[in-house]
């Protein structure tokens, strides 16, 4: 059994800057599709970002935020120029069910607990 554990979060201005980190119990899992998703209070999760054969962004998010892989295949995303749209609970995702990314939550299998981002 795969275990995300994510974590970074926080409450910053507006402008600044967080980074997230996602620990995976198993680094095999870095062989899949990783993603960070967000959801804001009274909306649907959206996916922020995918890393896999190649990296993938939401439009909102492009050219501000960044994911990355260690060699761990630990899992991050640094969020520079935060602005309060941003705000939600952030969660680290995997799926072992495709040969590659999606912009579908429902499409991973594997999700952490969440850790909470407050742009203000």
């Known amino acids: 059994h795969v275990q995300l554990v994510e974590s970074g979060g926080g409450s910053v201005q507006v402008g600044g800057s967080l980074r997230l980190s996602c620990v995976a119990s198993?680094?095999?899992?870095?062989?899949?599709?990783m993603g960070w998703f967000r959801q804001a209070p009274g909306k649907e999760r959206e996916m922020v970002a995918t890393i896999g054969t190649t990296t993938r962004y939401a439009g909102s998010v492009q050219g501000r935020f960044t994911i990355s892989q260690d060699v761990l295949k630990n899992t991050y995303l640094q969020m520079n120029s935060l602005k309060p749209e941003d705000s939600g609970m952030y969660y680290c995702?995997?799926?072992?069910?495709?040969?590659?990314?999606?912009?579908?939550?429902?499409?991973?299998?594997?999700w952490g607990q969440g850790t909470q981002v407050t742009v203000s």
């Open positions: 198993v680094d095999t899992i870095g062989r899949y599709c």
């Open positions: 995702a995997a799926t072992t069910i495709l040969p590659g990314c999606s912009d579908r939550p429902v499409d991973y299998n594997y």
